[in-house]
């Protein structure tokens, strides 16, 4: 609320639209009491007007730039950063390409005020690595054309020798991507002459003051600046100003825009060159023919500058003292005088420096250019020379004052004629305001047809004698009744005796002021010419920086045509900038020159109230006052504030007019604040504006918000179907892949065992074929043939047939040991089959019998090793042949079995009695050998068990059933001498007869039934026992002893 207060404060307004009474008084008082307050800044609607304080004012700080970053004009305390921020935000946001026109007198501010524009629009854009450095370029750019293009001047110690207009460019984001930079018309003159008091351009104090001694002593200067003529041989200090430091800061500054070192140096090197250049003494001479002649009075001078640039000394000393003419289709060189030698120096130099100032501003354009292709929204700053009158005006006064002029004009133009035209043009209801329009004096000047500067270049191009004289004559005639232009013949005819207008002048009745200038000069600067000569020579220097600087110098590009004039070039280069000015949006910034004296805070209410009425602000005032701030198509009007209108929001189906007119209803706003035009919406207070600005921000955020809340689920469900879709396709081709790596794999597993079992096949059909199997199949003949030798040897070495014969060969080879064994054993197994088959049927018996004794006497009874000897006969009686016995066989008739004499044991007594027994299949039979009668005899089926000892003896007890009629005398104790083979045949003939062998016991003890019970038997070995037989003693009725050996 405070800034809108400050614009309220009655006694000193800041928006000068709300001043009342509206007077000239009261709008100076104004502007003083703010100025007083250090308030250098008021408003008249959004033109700002800077009153120059002289003094830092701690109103720069980062800070205030960001108490006006994105503030609404009208709602801050006046200040140039809020107009500055305006233009910005208006070509960030609505697209619109701005123009910041700054003008005022010279010294009132404007390129301080530039600067602050500048530096305002960096510190507020975006930054980054890329934006910073493009904005330092930008930046840097100020201090390299300040020390090469300003210079002090009565009025200002930093005037600004040449018209600056940079277009800022920016992307759609806002943020700075480059520039260029226009430069109008240098003050080239003041190269080589600059009244007492002023300077020369900076560059060369600073230089001077600030190069290093080495730096010096390479461009061959001296320190000292009184040493130079250019410089006017005088101190050149400037209170507060330190030009080395200043150098420096233009170093650095070229190092930032991108000057490589040797650039610099080269850049240097000229300007050195300037310098020496103006102390290259003439002195006069004749030559044979008489003619005057000149010649370098010294040539060190010259010779330093030819070292320089290299360059032949000769060529620039011929170049500088004679000039080559065509005469009659021949070229004469002619010697020139010393003045014309002074002329064409100076021209050299002053030459040598514009243009070195136009390489200086396109080398700086290379740097900060964007490049082609991007599109950019622009942003200029105009910083012109301002308005100046001198004591003595020449040709450059009159351009620049021009060029004011026709700012001015555009002023006129845009903000007060423009403006009453359209309101008029819109119908709106309006009454004229009246202000003085400055065309008739842009006409006077610039016409093409009779215009001074047309005039001028008539003059120059003219045959024959030509001088100013000829020139102010043609003016006066011209502009006899010129309300805008007089001079001393002008006024004479009007009878006035004006002693201020000399008779080498006219004067033109400026906006700003009545200017005199003196036409002295006009024609040659005008012209600007350079001796052919001189640019000759320069070209032909080995110095590249110097040597491009004057392109014409080259001998076959030599042309006739005269180049355009100073005059005509300035006003074709203005008429593009105005060209581009139009089409931009404009905002103003006024400068107002407080006081002549630089004082800080000092103000001069005449020299101000002149500038007021000059710059017309009551005028403005006026119109600003009856008009309305803002006017705009009702198209983008309403594009732009229909969201604000429920009707009108998202799309308005009717014409625009009515769509504008159904939102403002919707919004209620006064109907005093709206015109409706033809085409446009007018609003009257800038607070309305932005009321409705304030409003469309918020919307706007609202609507963002609701566009990135839509987006964002857009995104999602999009991103969602993407990932499907994807996850879908990735799984699909994993499946198959996988498959097809698995069918690859079974394929492959196919294909080799295809390859094995094919192979293994064919090597096995062909292996026969192959070396490879050939040691198997040798290997496998010598195997057969060592089996083979030892079979056919083995069957040649048969061991004896002989059952008893083990003998058999050992295998030769140990792997043969196995088949040996084997074939041993079968051939053990053959001989005792063969054997076996050549053995009679009585043998056979006799061998089983043997058997059959070995496997029940075999290691258990001593005496078996002896029957192993005795051949089992069976009749050892001879019943057949002994007619004696031939009842007994009867008794055994075929069924003999065995028939020997035996002794019967008494087991009563332990005496023996001899028997014979015979032993038929069924029965064993007892007789006594005398009556060879049976005695006795058994049924084999009787016998249940034997038991013999196991001595060699031949005594046998058999065990009989109790039950049988033969048992019934208790068991048989028998002494054989063939007891082995006895026992033998008796199992024999009860396996036979019964299927079950004889239980045979071979004991030591042993009992047997007695028909008086039982009688224990037990078997002593004894020497006593009878070698006849075992010897059997009763011990008691139930013991008996059997001694046997
Ligand atoms: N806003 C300001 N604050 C403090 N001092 C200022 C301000 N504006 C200008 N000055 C002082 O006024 C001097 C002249 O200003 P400046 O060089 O901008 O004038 P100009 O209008 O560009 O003049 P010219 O037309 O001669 O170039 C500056 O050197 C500076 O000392
Ligand atoms: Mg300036």
Redesign the pocket.
Known sequence: MEATNSLLDTAAVGDLVLLDPLTEESLLRTLQERFQRSD?YTYIGNVVI?V??????PIYTPETVQEYHNCNFFAVKPHIYAIADDAYRSLRDRDRDQCILIT?E????????SK?VMSYVAAVSSKGEEVDKVKEQLLQSNPVLEAFGNAK?I??????RFGKYMDVEFDFKGEPLGGVISNYLLEKSRIVRHVKGERNFHIFYQLLAGGSAQLLQQLKLRQDCRHYGYLNRERSNLPGVDDAANFRAMQDAMRVIGFSPEEVTALLEVTAVVLKLGNVELSSGYQASGMEACSIAESQELREICELIGLDTSTLEQALCSRTVKARDEMVLTTLTVPQGYYGRDALAKNIYSRLFDWLVNRINTSIQVKPGKQRKVMGVL?I??FEIFQDNGFEQFIINYCNEKLQQIFILMTLKEEQEEYIREGIRWTPVEFFDNSIICNLIENSKGGILAMLDEECLRPGVVNEDTFLTKLNQLFATHKHYESRETQNARHVMDASLPPQCFRIHHYAGKVTYNVTGFIEKNNDLLFRDLSQAMWAARHTLLRSLFPEGDPQKVSLKLPPTAGFQFKSSVATLMKNLYSKNPNYIR?IKPNETKTAMLFTPELVLAQIRYLGLLENVRVRRAGYAFRQLYGPFLERYKMLGTRTWPRWAGGNRDGVEVLLEELAIPAEELAFGHTKIFIRSPCTLFDLEKRRQERVVQLATLIQKMFRGWRCWTQYQLMRKSQIVISAWFRGHAQKNRYKQMKRSALIIQAYARGWKVRRAYRRFFRSGASARLANFIYRRLVQRFLVGLERNLPPLSVMDQTWPPAPYKFLDDANQELRSIFCRWKCKKYREQLTPQRRALLQAKLCASELFKDKKALYPKSLAQPFCGEYLGLAQNPKYQKLHAVAKDNLVMADAVRKVNKASGKTVPRLLLLTTERLVLAEPRAAQPKATLSLGDIHGASVTRFSDGLLALHLRESTTGGAKGDLLLVSDHLIELVTRLHQALLGATARGLALHITDRFSTRGPKGDVDVTVVESERAGSEGPVCKKRGNRRMEVLVH
Do not use: Q, V
């Not at 120059?52 to 004012?57: A, D, I, K, T, V």
């Not at 010279?106 to 005020?113: D, P």
């Open positions: 250098i800077s120059n304080p002289y003094r830092s004012l005022g010279s010294g009132a501010g404007k390129t301080e005020a602050l001047t009025r200002n110690d930093n005037s600004s910083d020379y301002g400068c």
